[in-house]
T-cell receptor
Framework: AQSVTQPDIHITVSEGASLELRCNYS??????LFWYVQSPGQGLQLLLK??????LVQGIKGFEAEFKRSQSSFNLRKPSVHWSDAAEYFC???????????FGQGTTLQVKP | NAGVTQTPKFRVLKTGQSMTLLCAQD?????MYWYRQDPGMGLRLIHY???????AKGEVPDGYNVSRLKKQNFLLGLESAAPSQTSVYFC??????????FGDGTRLSIL
């Protein structure tokens, strides 16, 4: 069965520090992978997606993610975190013929001044 | 652009009451989805639709019904609300295997 695991429930980083949020997935075929961000009281906004091709994908707000098939991972990175990046981040894997998404449990990012 | 609009934004119900949540999208998307979000559990799929007139069960469908009579609308119904259905509900729409676009959510409390 498909599944997504985000091992870190809560992460705190200092403003200006680098960030890596982990995501591991279980999926039989080539996955469609997504990272979404959710600010308090808001819906989910797409940060980036991986469908095929280059395994390093660039997204909005300076985020990037790298697809590693051998490790079943799709970790999200940002070289320098801003206070406005404080939010909850969700990794998701998409199935082939229905478009359904399986979400991870989410990682809450806190940014220290 | 409106995108995905959910109505209402907040609602408080008593146990046993019924209600309908409305989702409307203006992007002409074929696929629509209803999720519930609970702390520490991410988003879980309740029901989804792959086109007008179609619906299918997701991961947690019990206690909910849906209808997709028009392509742009996807309704989620609670026939007899239970406290376990207290949650934040999100609607999303997309084309197949494209990113889903989410509404801002409906916060539902059942007393």
């Amino acid at each position: 069965a498909q599944s997504v695991t985000q091992p870190d429930i809560h992460i705190t980083v200092s403003e200006g520090a680098s960030l890596e949020l982990r995501c591991n997935y279980s999926y039989g075929a080539t996955p469609y992978l997504f990272w979404y961000v959710q600010s308090p009281g808001q819906g989910l906004q797409l940060l980036l997606k991986y469908f095929s091709g280059d395994t390093l994908v660039q997204g909005i707000k300076g985020f990037e993610a790298e697809f590693k098939r051998s490790q079943s991972s799709f970790n999200l990175r940002k070289p320098s975190v801003h206070w406005s990046d404080a939010a909850e981040y969700f990794c998701a894997v998409g199935s082939g013929n229905t478009g359904k998404l399986i979400f991870g449990q989410g990682t809450t990012l806190q940014v220290k001044p | 652009n409106a995108g995905v609009t959910q109505t209402p934004k907040f609602r408080v119900l008593k146990t046993g009451q019924s209600m309908t949540l409305l989702c409307a999208q203006d992007m002409n998307h074929e696929y629509m989805y209803w999720y519930r979000q609970d702390p520490g559990m991410g988003l879980r799929l309740i029901h989804y639709s792959v086109g007008e007139g179609t619906t299918a069960k997701g991961e947690v469908p019990d206690g909910y019904n849906v209808s997709r009579l028009k392509k742009q609308n996807f309704l989620l119904g609670l026939e007899s609300a239970a406290p376990s259905q207290t949650s934040v509900y999100f609607c999303a729409s997309s084309e197949l295997n494209q990113p889903q676009h989410f509404g801002d959510g409906t916060r539902l409390s059942i007393l």
